[in-house]
């Protein structure tokens, strides 16, 4: 089964960036759709940002301008910039890609921005 490993996260101060890496375990096959989700203490997991199946990107309202999503060229690892970063991000980043029928999640890495 594949498997998504994300990785980047950290303490980051309020206005501060960092960059979240997801790589696949595979590259012969990209998932699709694929993208970003987070978790906030007490919160629901919510979409981020997201590769859609015609490939094009969606961003919650909450980071559009903030956050840009990215894929490198093999399309088995994706990337999160997120600038501008705000205490209300601060949450677990959960990586998601769609294998076929297979609904795939990696394990989050924790993102924290306080000052």
């Known amino acids: 089964q594949v498997q998504l490993v994300e990785s980047g996260g950290g303490l980051v101060q309020p206005g501060g960036s960092l960059r979240l890496s997801c790589a696949a375990s595979?590259?012969?096959?990209?998932?699709?759709?694929m993208g970003w989700y987070r978790q906030a203490p007490e919160k629901e997991r919510e979409l981020v940002a997201l590769f859609n199946r015609d490939r094009s990107i969606k961003y919650a309202d909450s980071v559009k301008g903030r956050f840009t999503i990215s894929r490198d060229k093999t399309m088995s690892t994706i990337f999160l910039q997120m600038n501008s970063l705000k205490p209300e991000d601060t949450a677990v980043y959960y990586c998601q890609g769609i294998y076929g029928s297979a609904l795939v999640w990696g394990q989050g890495t924790q993102v924290t921005v306080s000052s």
């Open positions: 595979t590259t012969r096959f990209p998932a699709n759709p």
